[in-house]
Nanobody, 123 residues
Framework: QVQLVESGGGLVQAGGSLRLSCAAS????????MGWFRQAPGKEREFVAR????????WYADSVKGRFTISRDNAKNTVYLQMNSLKPEDTAVYYC????????????????WGQGTQVTVSS
C-alpha cells in the first residue's frame, strides 16, 4: 500500500500562486508515476499533470500549461505542483495520485489517491 498526503491548498486571489505538496509513504518502490487531478463541484475529476519518479515524461492538461509546474523530490518522496497565475476556474479539490508505468491522463489508471486539498481562487 501507498499513502499519499496532500497539503498547501487554500484561498488565493486571481493572479496569485500556491504550491501543493504530496508526500508519499509506504510501498513507494511500486510507484512509477505521480499525478495531480482536480475536481470542481458538479464536475468530473480531471487530469492536471503527471511526472515519472525519474523526473521525465511530464504531461500537463492544456488548461494549465504555462501556469502550473509539476516536480518531485525523490529524497523526500514528495511531488509538488506549483500553480501560478491562478484563475477562478482553477477552484477545485486537488488530488494527488500514484500509479505504475501505465498511468496516463485517466484517473482510472492510478492505483492510490490522497484525500485532496481545497484550492479556492477568488475573482
Amino acid at each position: 500500500q501507498v499513502q499519499l498526503v496532500e497539503s498547501g491548498g487554500g484561498l488565493v486571489q486571481a493572479g496569485g500562486s500556491l504550491r501543493l505538496s504530496c508526500a508519499a509513504s509506504g510501498r513507494t518502490v511500486s510507484v512509477y508515476t505521480m499525478g495531480w487531478f482536480r475536481q470542481a463541484p458538479g464536475k468530473e475529476r480531471e487530469f492536471v499533470a503527471r511526472i515519472w519518479w525519474s523526473g521525465g515524461n511530464i504531461w500537463y492538461a492544456d488548461s494549465v500549461k504555462g501556469r502550473f509546474t509539476i516536480s518531485r523530490d525523490n529524497a523526500k518522496n514528495t511531488v509538488y505542483l506549483q500553480m501560478n497565475s491562478l484563475k477562478p476556474e482553477d477552484t477545485a479539490v486537488y488530488y494527488c495520485a500514484a500509479g505504475g508505468s501505465y498511468a496516463r491522463m485517466s484517473a482510472g489508471t492510478y492505483d492510490y489517491w490522497g484525500q485532496g486539498t481545497q484550492v479556492t481562487v477568488s475573482s
